[in-house]
């Protein structure tokens, strides 16, 4: 079968590959599968804490959280009755059942989100929110699609403004990972706090040896994440900033939910809207997209 649901979650399988989706926050919590130096291997692609909370209790720390409709502490007008990250990430979704095959190339599910009670109690903004989840041999692909469902026809426009984000902890050895190209772009470093101001990124391959907090804007929408022996490329649509994030072993083992010496297994690489805020009219939808991709032979800068 290549889908099958157990519980509060859903497994895509296709082939040798395979990903887990937790019906709470739509959050992916693992994507296994091959590559060309390893075959006959399923290998684990993302990071989760074992310390994760996994019973709807409070965010997955781990996988692929969706970030909707803020990212950090909100600071939009509409958002400030939310916490951090916004709601999406602790809503439970919901799936229509459905699985979409393509001619036995991929294995895709749709799940949604609306307004509930709860939400509506701190956001009143209308929406409806589809999270599309592909998995082929080689590639996990992640799609956001935000619909304003208004009906106002007052002006000005009942928009909607939001902020995006995808936040992927990739399964890689902190110490020896680079993430290109980033050079030359502006980012606001978060860990620097006697800086005001955008910096101009002058590393060829960016690593994250000291405690990284980064969102790099107007950024390219092609990255590369690689270290000895492996890598993961991304490539987005709609999404004009990234964020690098490990906050190392300072900070890192202030993280509740965090296991022990967890910070030196991942690095986080989050494509998003996240640089001042997506507007979309009513009746409109916008789609944020990414697709993780295995790179199947040794790719490393020399520097």
Not at 3 to 29: E, R
Not at 77 to 106: C, E, I, Y
Not at 120 to 140: G, I, N, R
Not at 245 to 260: C, R
């Amino acid at each position: 079968m290549p889908v099958q649901q157990h519980d509060n979650t859903l497994i895509l399988t296709h082939g040798k590959s395979n990903t887990k989706i937790f019906f709470y926050g739509a959050t992916i919590v693992s994507w296994k599968c091959p590559d060309k130096r390893h075959p006959d291997e399923s290998i684990e692609r993302l990071f989760c804490s074992s310390k994760a909370a996994l019973d709807g209790s409070k965010p997955i720390r781990g996988g692929i959280p969706v970030v909707f409709p803020c990212f950090g502490a909100p600071a939009h007008p509409d958002h400030m009755a939310l916490s951090q990250h916004g709601f999406a990430r602790n809503s439970v979704w919901k799936w229509d059942g459905k699985a979409v095959t393509d001619d036995d190339h991929s294995v895709s599910v749709h799940l949604t989100l609306e307004p509930t009670p709860e939400i509506t109690e701190k956001y009143k903004k209308p929406f409806h929110l589809t999270y599309v989840v592909t998995l082929t041999e080689y590639e996990l692909s992640t799609d956001l699609h935000v619909k304003n469902t208004s009906t106002s026809t007052a002006y000005p426009p009942d928009n909607l403004e939001f902020q995006a984000l995808f936040h992927n902890y990739i399964r890689a050895p902190a110490n020896q990972v680079l993430i290109t190209p980033l050079k030359g772009l502006k980012y606001f470093d978060k860990v620097d706090t006697s800086f005001d101001g955008l910096k101009t990124e002058e590393r060829a391959g960016v690593d994250v040896r000291n405690s990284t907090d980064s969102v790099y804007e107007n950024a390219p929408g092609s990255y590369e994440v690689t270290w000895p022996g492996g890598g993961i490329s991304i490539k987005t649509k709609a999404l004009k900033d990234v964020v690098v994030w490990n906050p190392q072993a300072e900070a890192g083992k202030k993280i509740g939910d965090m296991e022990d010496g967890g910070w030196e297994r991942y690095v986080c690489v989050e494509p998003g809207y996240v640089r001042g805020f997506e507007k979309i009219e009513p009746g409109r939808v916008w789609v944020g997209h990414q697709t993780l991709s295995v790179i199947h032979e040794e790719r490393r800068l020399n520097l």
